[in-house]
């Protein structure tokens, strides 16, 4: 499972020393990023603040195509 979060600013600096060595992971402008849910829990045990905006199911970088979509 992958989590999408926001990184609070005051901790954007530090997270990112963090999820570098925890999680093959994207970022997305606005201290926005998609983590597996064990880079999630060592941000919370370093203490970072981070609101969790939504978890997505599915295998990192496998984008999903609908039945019948064109590639």
């Not at 926001?6 to 060595?21: F, M, N, P, T, Y």
């Not at 093959?24 to 880079?39: D, K």
């Not at 999630?40 to 979509?69: C, Y």
Request: glycine share 8%; proline share 3%.
């Amino acid at each position: 499972m992958r989590i999408r979060i926001q990184v609070s600013e005051a901790d954007d600096a530090k997270a990112w020393g963090i999820l570098i060595r925890h999680s093959i992971g994207e970022a997305y402008p606005n201290r926005t990023f998609v983590i597996s849910e064990q880079a999630a829990e060592a941000l919370r045990q370093a203490g970072i603040d981070f609101v969790e905006l939504s978890r997505e199911q599915g295998t990192a970088g496998v984008p999903v195509v609908a039945s019948g979509e064109r590639v």
